[in-house]
């Protein structure tokens, strides 16, 4: 009984779960090759992704053992796979290269086999992160740019100290041929703010860069070297440490069968000689000589 009720809630959660089941979200970088899950009931399958959310445009297509790529639409020409080789055994995924922003959208997978229809939902996000940012000065102009970015990033100045710098920006940004952003901003620093340091930041929903005037490069490169030397002195310490404990384990496993007369005197040794973690780890062989 308590099965059957088990298995009535297991069809009806797996029922819900098809009925509501939600779009999946897939982060796909920018010209990479990107994986859009789907999968099957098994079996023979016929397989169709399309791009929803640009009128139904045909993306792949899969049927009687082999792809049908007559109705694809160009956009999708020599960019799309399937895992040819587990079709039958339920995986529908869709291997899509050289992702672009019209790449972007919700696809849907429809596939149908012996063992049923499913319908699932994709939806395709796309990120070009900040790579580079570049600041550079002009008489009295600093000016920041990045290229190639997508979402929209934003831009913000800071300075050290604090100043009002951000409401004194002028900030550009550009859409390239492939819908990637180009962003530049520049300050001009009044007389007074000349000695300050200036920060640039630039970030999208996954990315995030910064730069700052006058360089820190060679600061930089300087904590660079220090973080280098205190991780050597850290394995340095850790591999001598660990080359002395097992020296040290070594002669005391050579040491031990003399000092193994009694178990008392054996347990009150331990305590007097070494230190509480070490005899904890000779407890074992004290048990094994008593039985
Ligand atoms: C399909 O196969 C690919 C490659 O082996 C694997 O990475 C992916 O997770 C599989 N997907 C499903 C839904 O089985
Ligand atoms: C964006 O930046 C790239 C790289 O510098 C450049 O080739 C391209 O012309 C720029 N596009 C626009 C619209 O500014």
């Known amino acids: 009984m308590a099965g059957n009720k088990c298995a009535v809630f ?33 079996g023979t399958a016929v397989i169709h992704w399309f791009q929803q959310s640009a ?25 799309t796979s399937l895992f040819s080789d587990q079709i039958s055994s339920g995986n529908a995924s869709l291997l899509l290269t050289k992702v672009e922003v019209q790449d972007e959208g919700r696809y849907k997978c429809y596939t149908s086999t012996e063992n049923g229809i499913k319908e699932s939902f994709i939806n395709l996000k796309m990120d070009a992160p900040v790579h580079e940012v570049d600041i550079q000065r002009e008489g009295n102009t600093l000016t920041c740019c990045s290229e190639g970015i997508y979402p929209e990033p934003k831009l ?104 193994t007369d009694s178990d008392s005197a054996y347990v009150s040794k331990c305590f007097m000689n070494y230190s509480m973690k070490t005899c904890l780890k000779i407890k074992p062989d004290v048990y094994n000589d008593s039985n």
């Open 55 to 79: 009128g139904n445009r045909f993306v792949h297509s899969f049927y009687e053992g082999k792809d049908q790529l007559g109705l694809q639409n160009q956009r999708f020409r020599g960019r």
């Open 156 to 259: 913000t100045w800071s300075t050290s100290p604090p100043s009002n710098v951000n409401s004194k920006c002028n900030t550009r940004m550009q859409e390239t041929e492939q819908h990637l952003y180009n962003i530049s901003s520049s300050v001009t620093p009044s007389d007074s703010e000349t000695d300050l340091t200036f920060s640039c930041t630039i970030s999208t929903r996954r990315s995030k860069r910064s730069v700052t005037w006058p360089s820190t490069s060679s600061k930089q490169s300087n904590s660079g070297a220090t973080v280098a030397g205190v991780i050597a002195a850290i394995v340095i310490t850790g591999v001598v440490a660990a080359v002395g404990f097992m020296l040290y384990k070594r002669r005391k496993v050579q040491q031990e069968p003399q000092s």
């Open 10 to 42: 297991l069809v009806l959660l797996t029922f819900t779960r098809t009925l509501t089941g939600g779009d999946t979200d897939v982060s796909c970088i920018f010209m990479e090759t990107c994986m859009l899950p789907c999968s099957s009931e098994g």
